[in-house]
């Protein structure tokens, strides 16, 4: 037997296991995606706290070590890269970037590959063991230094090297490499304690974006724009061409080239003596006055000026006033949402195209929808 609420409808039953259906599928998908982040940063956490070498790692590698330099990581497979057309490169620093998405596996135009072999990064340097003999790029000489936005490829520029050069890695271990890079370089400038408290920040920062859980629709706040295909927008374009082609009509209502009917006249001959016959035309009817605009009612709290806001019973307008962070559970019947609307942690905004994002104030609000057009206020 279908569920009726008590006014007996089973449609608003269906709207509301429709709603809480993509509600959920939109916050599960937001919460994996933050979990996954969450675990890098505290993967990375741990492995800055922990990432010490020793002298014994570099046993069996033809490499000479120093007094004080021991072997922090070996990767055995690297190809050196030159650069064609030299470059300034930005200096080396101690920012940690978690790359938002997997690198491809491509080498950037101008860049040429001239050896390959294995990698070792130490405590004084970064050293590729190969084919044609050794290259080194020992961290206090080092001037410039790039990561490769989309590919593996990291470039080094050095004082006594005029050509940049660099390494071409594997794509599952450029992260890892470009991370471990960074940790032996705070540790030749003393600065290992930056690089973790970084990470406390980045993980900090990161739990308070943790997706909350959506509050569940009820059968009660289900509306009649439900009931049609397309929803508010659907009525929306309906009163749009209800009020437009009347008025169409009215402008294109064509004149008569002749000026009207006329009455026709018998084509017999008129006895003598008459008069011609006249043509007649029809009285035309005065043009009707032209009705004057009613005035519009005085605005109420809920039709007031909404500066662009769509018409809605929760006060929501363009014009400043308070930002909204919790929004009302029936905002998505009134604008229209992002997906994964509810996945967001900062105040409600409009985006360029015109929906609605619950990501106000965070890095890349509405990056997918042409930007932040304005705030959605109370």
Same mark, same amino acid.
């Given at each position: ?32 995606a933050w979990?996954?982040r969450d ?8 492995l ?11 046993a ?10 021991v ?28 790359p ?11 860049v040429?590959v001239t050896?390959?072999?294995? /990698?070792?990064?130490?405590?004084? !340097? %970064?050293?590729? +063991?190969?084919?044609? &003999? $050794? @290259?080194?790029? =020992? ?11 989309v ?6 520029q ?58 569940v /629709?009820t059968?009660?706040?289900? !509306? %009649?724009?439900? +009931?049609?295909?397309? &929803? $508010? @927008?659907?009525? =929306? ?30 084509a017999?001959?008129?006895p ?11 009285a ?24 662009g ?27 229209d ?24 104030g ?7 929808h ?5 705030t959605?206020?109370?």
């Open positions: 037997m279908a569920k009726t609420d008590s006014t007996g409808s089973t449609w608003r039953y269906r709207w509301a296991q429709r709603q809480n259906v993509r509600r959920v599928s939109t916050y599960r998908g937001a919460e994996t979990r996954r675990d890098e940063l505290r993967r990375l956490r741990a800055a706290a922990d990432f010490h070498g020793s002298a014994a790692a570099g069996g590698l033809p490499l000479e070590l120093l007094d004080d330099e072997v922090l990581w070996a990767l055995p497979a690297a190809q050196l890269v030159e650069v064609r057309h030299t470059a300034v490169l930005p200096a080396p620093d101690l920012t940690v970037a978690v938002a998405a997997p690198l491809r596996p491509r080498r950037p135009d101008g040429r050896d390959a072999g294995m /990698a070792v990064i130490t405590s004084r !340097r %970064l050293v590729l +063991l190969g084919g044609r &003999g $050794r @290259r080194d790029w =020992a961290y206090g000489r080092i001037t410039g230094l790039a990561h490769d936005p590919g593996p490829v990291t470039l080094i050095v004082l006594d090297r005029r050509r940049t050069s660099g390494l071409l890695l594997p794509t599952d271990a450029a992260a890892d490499f470009r991370f471990k890079l960074t940790l032996a370089f705070a540790d030749s400038i003393e600065q290992r304690a930056a690089v973790l408290a970084q990470l406390d920040e980045l993980i900090a920062e990161h739990h308070q974006l943790k997706p909350f859980r959506p509050a /629709a059968p009660a706040q289900a !509306r %009649l724009s439900a +009931l049609v295909p397309g &929803g $508010r @927008r659907s009525i =929306a374009v309906a009163a749009a061409v209800a009020l437009l082609v009347p008025a169409a009509l009215f402008e294109s209502n064509p004149s008569d080239p002749t000026g009207g009917a006329e009455v026709a006249v018998a017999t001959p008129a003598a003596g008459s008069a011609p016959p006249v043509l007649l035309r029809p035309v009817p005065p043009p009707a006055p032209k009705r004057k605009p009613s005035p519009r009612p005085s605005p109420s709290a809920t039709s007031g000026p909404r500066c806001a769509p018409e809605n019973p929760l006060g929501y307008d363009f014009c400043g006033g308070t930002r909204i962070r919790r929004p009302a559970v029936e905002v998505c019947d009134w604008f949402c992002v997906p994964q609307f509810w996945a967001g942690r900062g105040y409600l905004v409009q985006c360029r195209d015109g929906s609605v994002s619950l990501a106000g965070r890095a890349g609000a509405c990056a997918e042409r930007g932040v057009r304005r959605v206020t109370k």
